[in-house]
């Protein structure tokens, strides 16, 4: 998780005229989700994997959209989502790049990978590439200590990683 300082009361939300939450998903939500929990705000992270799913990203406006939906504070569902690495509140490139930053990865050499991809991709962490095609993430701990370092490339998981793993994962994804 990483802590963010933003000035909430004065951002501006970009809007569109276009709902993200489709009477369609909102159907889906009613009679998949809801009678699953005692609570409606209990559907909040089923609908916050399905927006991120079915968009790549969870916009300020599709927040305020589920907190309407579900009838809970849009605090509570920024909340949600800001907290959790899984969810993105911009769009990201077509390919996303996360490399683990927790302990056992820092021990085995993270920074040498993250720094190799900074470079050869001109971006830092949370950037996109001009292009589109790579963002660049760091996460906290994948879960795969023993074989650090790890990364999550498009959400598959990357173990013992190299300097010349990256540079081949990075010119396969390249070429699709
Ligand atoms: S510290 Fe990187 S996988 Fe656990």
Redesign the pocket.
């Known amino acids: 998780m990483a802590w963010t300082v933003k000035p909430s009361a004065t951002t501006k939300i970009e809007r569109r005229d276009e709902p993200w939450l489709t009477e369609e998903m909102k159907a889906h939500y009613t009679e998949t989700y809801i009678p699953r929990y005692a609570t409606r705000m209990g559907a909040l992270m089923p609908i916050c994997h399905d927006v991120q799913h079915r968009y790549g990203w969870i916009s300020a406006q599709a927040m305020e959209e589920m907190a309407e939906f579900l009838g809970i504070a849009s605090a509570d569902v920024r909340d949600t989502v800001t907290f959790y690495e899984d969810f993105h509140t911009s769009p990201t490139g077509t390919n996303v790049i996360a490399v ?1 930053q ?5 021990a085995c050499g ?1 920074q040498a990978i993250l720094d190799h991809v900074r470079n050869k991709l001109g971006v830092e962490v949370h950037e996109t590439t001009k292009d589109g095609a790579f963002t660049l993430l760091a996460l906290e ?5 023993d074989t ?3 990364a999550l490339v498009n959400n598959h998981r990357y173990d013992n990683l190299t300097i010349e793993g990256v540079d081949r994962i990075i010119s396969d994804l390249s070429r699709r």
């Open positions: 683990c927790s302990i056992t990865c820092e993270h701990c994948l879960g795969s200590c650090a370092p790890c």
